[in-house]
């Protein structure tokens, strides 16, 4: 029973940075200006998902 008091807190952190990913990427192929775009749309979705975590989702705990 006693490992029923202490519940774990899950992190469910990578779920942003796989919707941002994802959400990158289409952005990229939709500019359809070449592989280059899908790359670096990709890597956008994860800065702003590390972005969004930190300022948004972080400050949430503290209050």
């Known amino acids: 029973m006693e490992h029923h008091a202490k519940e774990e807190e899950k ?6 940075y796989v919707v941002a990913l994802v959400c990158g990427l289409f952005t990229g192929a939709v500019i359809n200006d070449g592989f280059t775009w899908i790359f670096v749309g990709g890597v956008l979705g994860l800065l702003l998902a590390a972005l969004f975590l930190k300022v948004f989702v972080r400050g949430r705990e503290e209050r």
């Not at 992190?11 to 942003?16: A, E, I, V």
């Open 11 to 16: 992190s469910y952190d990578y779920l942003y």
